[in-house]
Each structure stands twice: as C-alpha cells, then as structure tokens.
C-alpha cells in the first residue's frame, strides 16, 4: 500500500512515538493488503481483516483512525473516491468464522442439481457453480455469453477489482454440463442479439438479482436440505451459517486442500497476493491437521533419535 509510506514519511514526523506505534500495529492488521492499490481494496475482504483483529474496541478502533486518516491523504489527491471506512462495521464484538460447505454437502448439491423434479434443483446448479468456481454471487449473473467458451470450457469474468476484471476460470468437469444448458437456453432466446444475452436469466428473461436469488433461492434450498436448522432461521442475523458467500471460502479451502498452485489460485481468485487469498478465505480442515500431526507419530515410531540440534 503505497500510500501508507506517503502518508507516514508526511505524518510521523509530527505526532510521537506512541502515536507512531499505534499507527504502525493498526497498519500490520492489513498486511494482506500491502500489495493492493487502495482503489482495488475489496470491501468484504477488508471487513474480514477488521473482523480477525483483536475482539477489544479498542483494537479496532485504531484501525478505522488509520483507514479515516489514509481515506483523507488519498481523497484529496484523487487517488481515491469513497472513504475506506463506509460502510464497514469496527464494532468490538468477537469474529465469527464463515462456514463453508462440507463434502457431504456438496454431494448432496450435486445429486439436487441433476435432479429437475426437485423444487430447488436450479439454485442447486448455481450454487455449485459458485463453489467450483470462485466467482462472488454478483460475478456470476452478471456473465454474459461472450464471457463463456464452450468449446474451451472456459469462463472470462468478474469485475470487482482490477485484479479480478476478466480472470479465466476453467469450467470443471462437476459444472460443465450445467453451464452449457444455459448457454444454449440463453442463446436460443435471443439468437440475433446473443452477445448482450446473460448466461443466467430471470423469469422475465433479464439478469437475475442476487438479492431475490439470496432470498428465494439460496435460503429456500438451504432450509430445504437441512443445511441450516430451524433454530438457525429464527436468528441468521446473529448466528454464523452458511450463506452465499460460503461458496467462495468454499472454493479457496478446496483448491488448498487440492494442491492448486498459489499462483494460479490468486488469478482465478482474482487477488494479488496469495496471503490475502489464505488468511480471509482457506477455512483449516481439522482432519487435515491431524492427518499433518499423524506424520510426528509414524516419525517418533520410525526413527531412532531425534536430531542434535533443532531445525
């Protein structure tokens, strides 16, 4: 973030020590971001940042004075248009991890989504396409049939930020099928006008809306499935489930766990550096973990001495 090295060499000078250390921890918070213009900072993933800082007011607090101060040194050099701090949330209360679906759960996707005699079998499709893809809910209905190759199998979208504008996506074996029908659905609409067609439509043959598809959609099939429980319902604003964004977690912790390249992960993802790709988004499996700690196990049983010195 070079506008922090800006701002500071400006500003230190001026205040004191303590200042300057508590400006200095408040900006460590963000180093995920370090490598991301200001203008192309995501709004949900520097939420996600504030939310992993320290439970304390306090902690918290320093971080929006640092975002406010930062928002005012860009703003009034045009390097910037909106405050950084609008519309994030910098109260003291503990973060709360974002679930992401389990393998169990995506097979039970999979069987809805092959399934069309069931009430839900569409929201089924495009919630796994999300989770094999990456992209946001957004990114998603907003694709058009020139940003789909069939041939290629092959998506090129997404838009929230410089580094996500026009990502390829590999369309995976588990979605293809899906994605070609809407294809030919949406070009058979409107053949002589195809290229402003959406790959997803409404009823009314228009873009689908992420709120209405939230609403009538994603919530329906979760209750449906039992992948979000009557006591859950009553309270989705204050207890943590599944929701559509679980998807792109989802799709982060399963490239991890797969092996996907970091680099080739940031591109799909559309992010400019892996750190912020694992800290916000790879969700630790518990069993992976104890798999890793079964290796000092089969170590201690195998091996005859420890070395003489630490490694």
Known sequence: MAV?????????????????????????????LYNVPLPEIDVDDLQ????????????RQKVRVLLSQLSKYAISRDLLQNPLCAGLDFSGKKAQAR??????????????????????WQ?????????FTGLRPNELFALRLPNISITQKKIVGGGKTAAGTNRPIPILPAIYDFIAEWYLT?????????????LLLNSSGGQK??????????????FDLGFIGPDVKKHLREVPHLSPYSARHTFA?????????KEQLIKIFGHTNFELTSKVYIHEDFEILANEMAKISA????????PNTAV
């Open 253 to 261: 912790t399963l490239a991890y766990c797969a092996g996907v390249n």
């Open 123 to 131: 929201d089924a499709r495009i919630l796994l396409c999300l989770i």
């Open 186 to 198: 949406s070009y058979f609409l409107k053949p002589q006008d195809h290229e402003n067609q959406y």
């Open 209 to 222: 809306c992420m709120d209405n598809w939230r609403h009538r959609g994603f919530y329906p099939l979760m």
């Open 299 to 306: 170590y201690t049983k195998e091996s005859v001495d420890l």
């Open 48 to 59: 996600d940042l504030i939310d992993a800082c320290p439970p304390s007011a306090s902690a």
């Open 99 to 120: 679930p992401i679906f389990s393998l169990e759960q995506i097979k039970v996707l999979q069987t809805c989504g092959k399934n069309k005699t069931y009430k839900y």
């Open 4 to 32: 922090y090295q800006k701002w500071s060499n400006r500003k230190y000078p001026k205040i004191g020590r303590h200042c300057v250390r508590d400006y200095s921890n408040a900006f460590k918070k963000l180093e995920p």
